[in-house]
């Protein structure tokens, strides 16, 4: 399929488990002419429960083992998440699925080991085509992973896009996404040179993690937890102390990749700031790969909204740490955004990925289209 622009309805729902983003965008895959109506949907507790016990179990899975029924009860939860959002989303926003040419459908991420070429994402997108009544593109990350490359991340070629209508002084450009876990894109002031992308270490994951466990609270709401607590350096080095920041870019991880060991006997508040601190510190390692220095960082992401962790990073960085909303973009929906542009791309067979962005051996495309059983048009 080539020419012509597409609405698409995005949907992501990320490793920090908060909810589902829904957003609208008008694109031809490489341009973009418009962005339409946003939304998020918080998941239920019991939606966020099963997917940490389906994350758990699968960690332990190997080839040529039965599925845990729990990972399929958890798959059941995030497509019926995932359809009744759409369904809200069309109802309140006044749309109907006819203004719709094509969701993309991330799903809920469960495993991610690029190197033993394994990439777990649960929610049928069958399912999901049959219920909204329209064509939907999934399995977003399958090709990558089984063509050699990490898999992630996959939002750079949007970034790409959106930066395209951004002053060429603006450029060199770093764009930081700090959901579960942080990712980089570096976006070049050349014509025709690839972004390099990769994740950088954990973002909220951990720091949700510990603020559920001390607190109850899936979250450390505005950074006050963290603010209220001492870095202790000896924990943050053992933290560092990770090969994972010696490896070159393009590289990703799991969610899970990290864990809380290193924390035991710190206080509520002392835990939280050396998590948030660990975050920092990991995205001040990631710019050491970038193929030249940006003047400055966009950040997008929940992440954003944690004051404290936003200058934290600005500190380690000695450079302007800006959310997205700076320069007009929409730091809620744009991960959304991104995996509806991807859906198009998806459909005209254009890359999804590249060498640079997930270590890919050539530009790669992927995806996979569900149709509905019955169209609802």
Do not use: C
């Not at 469960?110 to 999934?138: F, K, S, Y």
């Amino acid at each position: 399929m080539a020419g012509g622009m597409m609405k698409a309805l995005g949907l992501m729902s990320g490793t920090s488990l908060d909810g589902i983003d829904l957003a609208v965008i008008e694109t031809d895959g490489e341009s973009i002419e418009r962005l339409g109506a946003v939304a998020t949907y918080a998941h239920s507790a019991e939606t966020r429960a099963a997917v940490r016990e389906a994350s758990r179990l699968v960690a332990q899975w190997r080839f040529g083992q039965p599925v845990p029924a729990a990972v399929d009860e958890a798959e059941a939860l995030i497509t019926e998440a995932h359809g009744a959002a759409v369904e809200r989303f069309f109802y309140e926003s006044g749309m109907t699925s006819r203004a719709v040419d094509i969701v993309g459908f991330h799903g809920q991420t469960v495993l991610h080991r690029p190197n033993e070429r394994l990439t777990w994402q649960i929610g049928d997108p069958q399912a999901l085509a049959d219920r909204v009544g329209l064509p939907v593109v999934g399995r977003f990350r399958l090709a990558d992973v089984e063509a050699g490359g990490q898999g992630a991340p996959l939002a750079p070629l949007y970034h790409r896009a959106l930066a395209a209508s951004l002053p060429g002084r603006q450029r060199p450009l770093a764009v930081l996404n700090l959901g579960g876990v942080g990712n980089f894109t570096w976006i070049s002031e050349r014509a025709g040179e690839e972004p390099l992308a990769f994740d950088t270490g954990p973002a909220n994951a951990l720091i949700d993690d510990w603020a559920l466990q001390h607190t109850g609270i899936p979250v450390d709401v505005d950074g006050r937890l963290a603010a209220a607590g001492r870095v202790d350096t000896r924990v943050l080095a053992e933290l560092m102390d990770n090969s994972f920041f010696a490896m070159e870019a393009p590289k990703s991880l799991d969610r899970d990749h990290f864990d809380l060991g290193p924390l035991r006997g710190l206080g509520p508040a002392d835990g939280a700031a050396v998590l948030t601190a660990f975050t920092a510190e990991a995205v001040a390692v990631g710019t050491k790969l970038f193929p030249r220095p940006v003047d400055q960082v966009l950040v997008t992401g929940g992440g954003r909204r944690n004051p404290v962790l936003m200058q934290m990073i600005q500190d380690r960085l000695g450079m302007p740490v800006r959310p997205v909303e700076a320069v007009g973009w929409r730091g809620d929906s744009l991960e959304a955004e991104a995996f509806g542009f991807l859906a198009v791309r998806s459909l005209k067979g254009l890359p999804l990925s590249v060498p640079g962005t997930t270590g890919v051996p050539k530009p790669q495309t992927g995806g996979q289209l569900f149709r509905p059983s019955r169209m609802s048009r």
